[in-house]
């Protein structure tokens, strides 16, 4: 998929997924297999847990899926009722959680499910949350009125591709992530920004979306492990 259809993608529709949705009200055969994945992964991270609640957010939630998109189900723990210490038992959580997404490939008609362990008391930006575990709206999407400028984004894009694609070659001749590291950080601080300026259809955020889309974002990853794992390898 070229660049501008990679863009062009990202447009907002007018309705929800009717994968998922009949209206806004979630298909029961859809909610029930969500409630099967989400006990399954509960199982999974052995610890004894009070569930608050179980949801679903992203942009399957929302207005603005694409083709690319996932389904983001979320575990709502108390993590300070498990220990003192929340930032360990979000460590252990984040690194369950990766471990399970790592080895599993879970599609409900044709589309990934990516489980998130989080702590009921952290704030979220998301513009559509459903509770899954209660069958409703937690916050309820609106339609989005703006309009992407496609050629803006396009450029943009284009733009930050080659910067990505410098960063991987000045670190794989080096043998020195910093660039990667820099770069991973820019992308992460613009869509923050965007988000918080211009919500789910900011350019930001919607760049990103694209850079996410063709891979690129796991390729800076994937080079800057290769590097640190060839440095370690080294007598």
Same mark, same amino acid.
């Given at each position: 998929?070229?660049?501008?259809k990679t863009?062009?993608a990202?447009?907002?529709?007018?309705v929800?997924s009717k994968k998922?949705?009949?209206?806004k009200e979630?298909?029961p055969?859809f909610?029930?297999?969500?409630?099967?994945?989400a006990d399954?992964?509960?199982?999974y991270l052995?610890?004894n847990?009070?569930v608050v609640? !179980?949801?679903?957010?992203?942009s399957y $939630?929302?207005?603005?899926? &694409?083709v690319f %998109? /996932?389904?983001?189900?979320?575990?709502?723990?108390?993590m300070?009722?498990?220990?003192a210490d929340t930032?360990?038992v979000?460590?252990?959580?984040?690194?369950?959680k990766?471990?399970?997404?790592?080895?599993?490939d879970?599609?409900?008609?044709?589309i990934?499910?990516?489980?998130?362990?989080q702590?009921?008391?952290?704030?979220?930006?998301s513009?559509?949350?459903?509770?899954?575990?209660e069958?409703?709206?937690v916050?309820e999407?609106?339609?989005?009125?703006?309009?992407?400028?496609?050629?803006?984004?396009?450029k943009?894009?284009s733009? !930050?591709?080659?910067?990505i694609?410098? $960063?991987?070659?000045?670190? &794989?001749?080096t %043998? /020195?992530t910093s660039?990667?590291?820099?770069?991973?950080?820019?992308?992460?601080?613009?869509?923050?920004?965007?988000?918080?300026?211009?919500?789910?259809l900011?350019?930001e955020n919607?760049?990103?979306?694209?850079?996410r889309?063709?891979?690129l974002?796991?390729?800076?990853?994937?080079?800057k492990s290769?590097?640190?794992d060839l440095?370690?390898?080294?007598?």
């Open positions: 998929m070229n660049l501008k863009v062009s990202h447009l907002p529709h007018s929800l998922i949705w009949v209206g979630m298909l055969e909610r029930a297999a969500l409630l099967r994945i399954a992964f509960i199982d052995g610890v847990i009070d609640d !179980i949801t679903m957010t992203g $939630a929302n207005y603005n899926y &694409t %998109s /996932d389904i983001d189900l979320h575990i709502l723990i108390d300070s009722s498990i220990d930032d360990l979000e460590e252990f959580f984040n690194a369950k990766s471990f399970w997404n790592d080895r599993h879970i599609e409900l008609k044709g990934e499910v990516e489980m998130y362990p702590d009921v008391n952290e704030e979220h930006t513009s559509g949350v459903f509770s899954v575990l069958d409703r709206w916050v999407p609106t339609k989005f009125k703006s309009k992407l400028d496609i050629e803006k984004i396009e943009s894009s733009k !930050i591709i080659k910067e694609e410098r $960063a991987i070659k000045s670190s &794989t001749k %043998s /020195d660039d990667i590291e820099r770069m991973l950080k820019k992308l992460k601080k613009m869509r923050s920004s965007g988000l918080a300026r211009g919500g789910e900011s350019d919607v760049i990103y979306k694209v850079i889309s063709r891979g974002l796991q390729k800076l990853f994937d080079n290769n590097i640190e440095k370690l390898s080294t007598l």
